[in-house]
């Protein structure tokens, strides 16, 4: 296919003559690129045709889904007429043994392991004609080429593709992705760069990269990508993401809790720069105020702490967990009521995770840093925070007092009563009102046991305590859009 301008428009209906893709065209700059695998081409299509071929794509992808429901409950009802003829055979010694039906069925589980270091075929999409753009967690089920890198937002209420990088030169300095890897995401000079083989974009066989640099419109979009990506693989280390890239991500989606702006007014922000926000916010919180002050925020807006890694909820986390004598002249109270509302808050962070390995995760994050460490011991100083009912590790005898026994306390022993607490936010409901009165252990168990294993790919990630949650949870399948089906694409790379 030729890009001459001189060449004749492409229009519905034109043919092509010669073998092969030889048919002279003039198509738009930014058209959508598909591999056809049978023939080694690339059909351009005009984006005026773009949204009605994606909705075709759509419409067949849901049509494979009902599929996939359909012979799920026949799957059901065969496995119960197994059942039901075996426990027969068990009761009529008549049947011929090698008549008996064994009803055995070894059910297939969705793959999580994921190559995307380019080692074997495995990063090859075997989709068919849907093999547009195959990138890692992506293809049909996210990502897809257009002159800028799209991905399946599921904030995005039609599922629809939107941009998250536009292709831009490589610039020096920018992470490459070696001789065996088949995408890297960077960030350069305050902007996140996307370097992508180009055998993902264009089909096996071709050589070089592609280059994608996120700019300030596509930025909130681009870390709700790095945020999913990192729970569809179970909150594993990502290799496609450089050092200096996850530290980009970890202090950006930690300073905007801490500071409260909106994601763009950190577009251009340099490592070094982000780094110098981070350090400075780290001292403020050495101060108790500063702390009570961060619990209210995060109370307030909860969400705003759910779609960043690990590391960062462990930061927020240690902050709200320091504690001295001042903390009492911020917030007086005692009992339950002792830090009432950092402990509200380091709840409503651990609310935002999605899975088993998520919580334990941001457990064992916990420090100034963020850096790995014990989980152990990380939960026995959660326990200690929050059965702690005064200054100094005050420690009433047997269980923690509530704050209105203390209120019939004080005015029986003739003192002035006082309200305790100057913060009186919610507990969370009953489960979270365990912790708030001393046994986080019983309320970590009772957590834990009610989060998913693994992540509902296509679904908006929403608070574990939420009825839609646990609609995710039960359903226990990915979004029609984002669902694996047999030779589709997740069946060989997720």
Known sequence: MSYGASAPELKSGTANTCQGSQEQACIAPEPNAYLRLDTGEVIGVPSSDATALNNEFDRWNRLIHEQLLANEVLAVCDAR????????????????????????RNKAKRARKIDVGGQGDDWKNTAG?????????GAKGGLELKGSLQWRNPHNEKKAFEAMASIAPEIQGQAGIGASAKLMVDYVDGVFRVTAHAGICFGVGAEGTVSFAVNVKQLASFIYWLYYNLLNVGFRNLVIISRRGFEAFQHLTYLLVCQGKKVEEYFLKTTERLKDLFDKAEERYEHAQASHDLGKRI??????TRFSPPESKGILIYQLTRHGKESFAVEPGLGSGYLRTQKGAVLAI???????????NVIQHIGPKGAKGSFSANLEKLKEFFSVEGP????????????????????????????LSAARQSAGGEVDQIAMNGDFAGW???????????STRGYVAVANNSMEYALQRDRDRDHPLFASAEGGFYSSMA
């Open 350 to 360: 651990l609310r935002q995770t999605q899975l088993k390995a998520d919580i334990e």
């Open 392 to 419: 100094g590790g005050l420690d009433f005898p047997g269980k923690t007092t509530q704050e209105g026994e203390l209120q019939d306390i004080l005015k029986r022993a003739g003192l002035a009563g006082r309200q």
């Open 299 to 304: 109370l307030t807006n909860p969400n705003q």
């Open 444 to 454: 970590y168990d009772t957590v834990t046991g009610t989060l998913k294993e693994e």
């Open 129 to 137: 004609v849907a093999a547009e753009v195959n990138l890692f967690a």
């Open 81 to 104: 007429l197994e059942a039901i003829a075996r426990e027969l055979a068990m009761h009529d010694k008549s049947v011929p043994e090698a008549a008996r039906l064994t009803g055995k």
